[in-house]
């Protein structure tokens, strides 16, 4: 099962840009669909973006689109989520999730998790 790393979180200011990257090993990383989920304090985890295995079709939620753009490479097993413009009420562990299959909007078909990693941004 492939084991995902997430990074590039931190703290930044309202308006701002972030990159996260979500590293995968011990897996097929270019087989799984990637998505990014984020749960803010005292709420239940919620989605974000998902991209497919090949990188030909993504899918947002309301609050990333046009403001959040996923991507990925296969060649280095390396997911990204950039996010620009970024508001307070984007503050939230993210988490990159892997998928064997075509993506989903629903946490629950992804059966590979990273820890997640912190994004704060203030106003």
């Known amino acids: 099962q492939a084991r995902l790393v997430e990074s590039g979180g931190g703290l930044v200011q309202a308006g701002g840009s972030l990159r996260l990257s979500c590293t995968t090993s011990g897996g097929t990383f270019d087989k799984y669909a990637m998505g990014w989920f984020r749960q803010a304090p005292g709420k239940n985890r919620e989605f974000v973006a998902f991209i497919t295995w090949g990188g030909g079709d993504a899918y947002y939620s309301d609050s990333a689109k046009g403001r959040f753009t996923i991507a990925r490479d296969n060649a280095r097993n390396t997911g990204y989520l950039q996010m620009n413009r970024l508001k307070p009420e984007d503050t939230a562990v993210y988490y990159c999730?892997?998928?064997?299959?075509?993506?989903?909007?629903?946490?629950?078909?992804?059966?590979?998790w990273g820890q997640g990693t912190q994004v704060t941004v203030s106003s």
């Open positions: 999730a892997g998928d064997p299959g075509a993506g989903s909007t629903r946490e629950e078909v992804y059966t590979s």
